[in-house]
Structures are given as C-alpha cells and as structure tokens.
C-alpha cells in the first residue's frame, strides 16, 4: 500500500539562456505574479529566482492573518478583492490551503481608539466589506474568555468585528502556487541567488545569478527584506527601510479562541491554530536591521500585554519565537508598478506587515500589468510614481499593530 505520493510538487531545472520574464523572489507575490502570467496570459517562458528555499522569507515568516477591513478608499477594495481570492484559492489550485474565516476582532481601549475604528467600519460598510462595531456585550459573546473588566488597566471599550477574516496555512499557500506554476511548466530556481542586473538604454537586459548570467525580457521584483537592495542593482532607488517583526508560539492548549485578537494600543495579536498553539505577535522593532533573531525585551512585551487580555494564560509556556524583516515605505502603503528609470523593471515590493494578505490580487493585477503594459485600476494608487507627486496614501490607520 502506498502511502505517500513520491512525485515532486516543482522541478528542478537547469537555468535557460533568456526567459520573457524574470521573477526575483519566489515567495507568495512572485508566485502569484508567475501563476497568473500562465493562466490569464500565457506568459510561460518564466523563471523565478530565490536565493533560499521556497518560504524561507517572509512567506514563512509571518502570522498567517487575512483580512480586507482596512481605512482607506484605496487600501479597502484591493485587500478586499485580495480575501476574495483567497476564498476561491483551494478550489482554483486543487490544492487545500487551509484557510479558516474565524474573524477579526479589533479592541479599542480609548475614546481615540473607539473614534478611529468607527472611522474605519463606515469606510468599510461604505465600500462593500463586511466590518461593523460592537460594544463589550457582544464582544463577551464572541469571545468569553477576554478579560472585560472595567478595573482592567486597559479597559475594552469597542471592537470592530470582521467575520470574513482569518488565518491560513502560509506554507500550504507557497506549495499550491508552486505546484500549479510547475505544472504549467513555469520554473522554479531555489537557491539561485541574484547578484546583479544589468541596464541597457534604460531597460534591464540580463540578469547575474550564482548559477550564471540570463537575459530577461522583463524583471519583477517580488522581494521582502530586500526590494531596495534588488533595485539597487537596476539603478532604481527606493524610499524604503527595513525593520524586523517578531512573533512566538506557545505550547498547544485547548480550543478556547474562534477570533483573531488584535489591541493595537497594546501592540499586540493573537490567534489559535487548529493544533491549540497560540500565535502571537507585536509591532515592528523600533530600529532598522535585517536580523531575524528574536528578542528578549519583545518577547517580555508579547507577553506582557497578551497576559492584560487573557490573565489566565500565565503559566502557559513559549515553545519558540522568530522574526521576519519588512520593507516599509512612508505612508506604509506598498509599490507596485513599473521603474521611470528602467522601463521593464517591475515592483512588486515595500509590503511592510500587509504582504502576506495581499498576494493573490498583487500577482494578478502585476501579471497584468506585464503582460498588457496597462496598470489595472486597483494598483494605480500604489505606483512608485506617487512620492514624486505627493500623493501618499497614508495607510498606516489601517495597521491597528503590524499584522
């Protein structure tokens, strides 16, 4: 009896002379970018380039969290067309991604608190998504085990309840597009570090591995950590830094959490996979770097802070703890579109805490974009264009704490 399928989900490949589009960075963004350019376009001569092993970013490095209830009128309807793709993914991938809508639940623990998620679910009620305010009662309802008492230190006064949202499995996502990318013979280099990109009359012409040079017909830069290095060797400058994000795990308990928990005047998430562990997680560190170490102070301050919702979680013990690094932009809206310095060089980067949610309508709207040379309209606010024009989009509002 056979228990185990023995084929591989994506090959490996020797590298080609020339490909009509090259990808750096085969993380969930590069991966949808490539699978829609095989199925919408059929753009299939595709490679796309990791310098680790497919997740080993920040596609494996995050808390798995979707939702769509964001502030903006820009930010709003893309992470909402974004949830809507992830509804259909495991039918349209023929691949289970695990994806549970439990909901989103936002604690405000002030009147400023109160009036910025108020703010944020007539936005939402406004543009179609299904986000609204609750008040301590119904939030007791939701969530019996939240500590709602009035002599809290940080008394819950609101919350914005968003039933559409969720968790994931992150890897199960990288697997499913990587497995229909390889099926459409798209291929995937791991372990194919970029080196360098070389611009010709404003166009990028070949693109320098460890494992050789490859001219490309076009390049998208799909990195997390290090969109700014990667544009760097395009000529193309960025406004980007890049801090790192930790989160933790705690041993498994019993079922007792059906909602994501976020307090953003905690700075501070969780949640409960199906194996009973806890997810937690905080803010961005305070300082630039590209260490993925976790640290002591935050982990106290995870803790801390996860103990002033739920004081009974205090003898529960951490199992491990990790960091991710993020590329943030000034208004903590992402880039997407293409370099006015090179122009087949394509940016599909500068996600800061949002990337992981947005994958699906990120790839589909930039695979387009490559294919037609015309930028759908959901992308058009977040193109690079918009620092020299001052038009910003200012989502940070919508972060609540860096989830």
């Known amino acids: 009896m056979q228990l185990f399928n023995k084929d591989r989900m994506w090959r490996h490949h020797e590298l080609r002379p020339s490909y009509d589009v090259v ?28 310098k680790s092993y497919l997740g080993a970013g920040a596609s494996g490095r995050n808390t798995a969290i979707l939702r769509s209830n964001y502030r903006t009128p820009e930010g709003i309807p893309f992470y909402n067309a974004s949830l809507r793709l992830y509804e259909q993914m495991s039918r349209e991938l023929q691949w289970n991604v695990l994806f549970s809508q439990c909901g989103h639940l936002t604690l405000a623990h ?44 940080y008394p819950i006064l609101a919350g914005l309840h968003h039933p559409p949202g969720g968790i994931i499995r992150h890897d199960a996502v990288v697997w499913g597009y990587a497995r229909a990318c390889d099926r459409m013979d798209i291929e995937i280099h791991p372990y194919t570090e970029v080196t360098g990109i070389s611009v010709q009359n404003h166009k990028a012409v070949h693109v320098t591995t460890n494992r050789g040079q490859i001219a490309a017909g076009a390049v998208l830069n799909a990195t997390a950590g290090w969109a700014s290095t ?46 009973g562990e806890l997810v937690i997680g905080a803010e961005i560190d305070p300082y630039q770097s590209y260490s993925m170490k976790g640290t002591l102070p935050t982990l106290e301050q995870m803790a801390t802070y996860t103990l002033e919702l739920f004081p009974q979680l205090h003898g529960v013990r951490i199992l491990r703890q990790w960091a991710g690094i993020c590329d943030m932009t000034p208004d ?14 394509y940016m599909d980067i500068g996600w800061g805490t949002y990337g992981f949610k947005a994958a ?39 972060a609540a704490v860096s989830h």
């Open 332 to 345: 903590f809206a992402p880039i997407m579109g293409t370099s006015q310095e090179v122009t087949n060089f």
């Open 360 to 398: 699906p309508i990120s790839g589909k709207c930039m695979a387009e974009l490559i294919a037609t040379g015309q930028t759908p309209d959901l992308i058009g606010p977040f193109s690079p264009a918009r620092f020299a024009k001052g038009q910003l989009v200012g989502e940070k509002a919508a």
């Open 230 to 275: 990667i544009s760097r060797m395009a000529g193309v400058p960025l406004p980007i830094v890049t801090h790192p994000l930790q989160a933790c795990v705690t041993e498994p308990l019993k079922p007792f959490l059906n909602v994501v928990i976020v307090s953003a005047s905690l700075h501070v998430y969780l949640s409960q996979t199906d194996k």
């Open 110 to 153: 002030n009147d400023s608190s109160v009036t910025g998620l108020r703010v944020r679910a007539e936005n939402n009620q406004l543009l179609g998504v299904n986000s609204r305010m609750i008040d301590p009662e119904e939030i007791g309802k939701l969530v019996p085990s939240l500590n709602l008492s009035r002599e809290a230190r």
């Open 23 to 50: 990808i750096v960075g085969a993380g969930v963004h590069g991966l949808a970018a490539a699978y829609y350019l095989g199925k919408e376009h059929g753009i299939r001569k595709v490679a796309l380039l990791d």
